[in-house]
T-cell receptor
Framework: GQQLNQSPQSMFIQEGEDVSMNCTSSSIFNTWLWYKQDPGEGPVLLIALYKAGELTSNGRLTAQFGITRKDSFLNISASIPSDVGIYFC??????????????FGQGTILTVHP | GAVVSQHPSRVICKSGTSVKIECRSL??????MFWYRQFPKQSLMLMAT?????????EQGVEKDKFLINHASLTLSTLTVTSAHPEDSSFYICSPLLAGGLDTQYFGPGTRLTVL
């Protein structure tokens, strides 16, 4: 089945630093989604990408849909303490029996030191 | 974003009992509902997909007789964990799919199940 490799697994950074994380897939996705999950809560959608090569920003967050449709990255600029959490990438195919199903990466645990 | 609620937010039960988890999409109609499970320090794993008025489709390795899914309306889906055991302790999260679109996919706040 489809697999997503997300890296790094964890990051420890100082407040104000920039952060970058990425996901690679063994197969093609039609949509890439990036979520943030706080402890004890459901994932919250940060950015959605729908076309190969697309670069989208949401405040200090920027994400790109890779040209090969097998990868995506998320950048966080000027990190702040509330950026702490687990970040997940998720890929989705458009049709067939997998309609709407998301495949998740393993997550990146982000710790921001004040 | 879309408003999705889950009830209860957390539940503790004895081994052998059944637990029902409700998921409601409060501001849109969901023709499809996905149920995910997340063990501590792990990612989300899809358990099953249900379409309103139809039987659910379960992922490989998920027992359909143990995890009963009902999707009787476009705004409500329930997951019942039958004869729960400690290994069923997990974080269960629903994700409704907006009818007619795939633009975004939101998640409920999750239900923490602890089986003693």
């Amino acid at each position: 089945g489809q697999q997503l490799n997300q890296s790094p697994q964890s990051m420890f950074i100082q407040e104000g630093e920039d952060v970058s994380m990425n996901c690679t897939s063994s197969s093609i996705f039609n949509t890439w989604l990036w979520y943030k999950q706080d402890p004890g809560e459901g994932p919250v959608l940060l950015i959605a990408l729908y076309k190969a090569g697309e670069l989208t920003s949401n405040g200090r967050l920027t994400a790109q849909f890779g040209i090969t449709r097998k990868d995506s990255f998320l950048n966080i600029s000027a990190s702040i303490p509330s950026d702490v959490g687990i970040y997940f990438c998720a890929g989705r195919v458009a049709g067939g029996t997998s309609y709407g199903k998301l495949t998740f990466g393993q997550g990146t645990i982000l710790t921001v030191h004040p | 974003g879309a408003v999705v609620s889950q009830h209860p937010s957390r539940v503790i039960c004895k081994s052998g009992t059944s637990v029902k988890i409700e998921c409601r999409s409060l501001d849109f109609q969901a023709t499809t509902m996905f149920w995910y499970r997340q063990f501590p320090k792990q990612s989300l794993m899809l358990m099953a997909t249900s379409n309103e008025g139809s039987k659910a489709t379960y992922e490989q390795g998920v027992e359909k007789d143990k995890f009963l899914i009902n999707h009787a309306s476009l705004t409500l889906s329930t997951l019942t964990v039958t004869s729960a055991h400690p290994e069923d302790s997990s974080f269960y999260i629903c994700s409704p799919l907006l009818a007619g679109g795939l633009d975004t996919q939101y998640f409920g706040p999750g239900t923490r199940l602890t089986v003693l």
